[in-house]
């Protein structure tokens, strides 16, 4: 499985971004993470695999919105009222189950800047 992530940028405070992941395989629960500089990695808002459930991290909670059109393999991640804090790295994360075994996945990351 490959996930592919875009969307990413630059953006002033108060704005909006909406990030991508495209996944190339069979895929159940999904994620997206951010690391910022010094920091872990941090779960910033999760999917479960037929897209009812959703989690999210309470510093995001109200602005950004998680979805997932099955039919595209593809996750989204609506960024609204950004702030110079969410400013990190985001990674598209998917488990896939197959034979008894989960498997983790990762993307390669994509740049968020939110200016103040």
């Known amino acids: 499985v490959q996930l592919v992530e875009s969307g990413g940028g630059l953006v002033q405070a108060g704005g909006s971004l909406r990030l991508s992941c495209a996944a190339s395989g069979s895929i159940n629960a999904m994620g997206w993470y951010r690391q910022a500089p010094g920091k872990q990695r941090e779960l910033v808002a999760a999917i479960t695999s037929g897209g009812v459930g959703t989690n999210y991290a309470d510093s995001v909670k109200g602005r950004f919105t998680i979805s997932r059109d099955n039919a595209k393999n593809t996750m989204y991640l609506q960024m609204n009222s950004l702030k110079p804090e969410d400013t990190a790295v985001y990674y598209c994360?998917?488990?896939?189950?197959?034979?008894?075994?989960?498997?983790?996945?990762w993307g390669q990351g994509t740049q968020v800047t939110v200016s103040s």
């Open positions: 994360n998917a488990l896939a189950r197959r034979g008894g075994t989960t498997y983790n996945y």
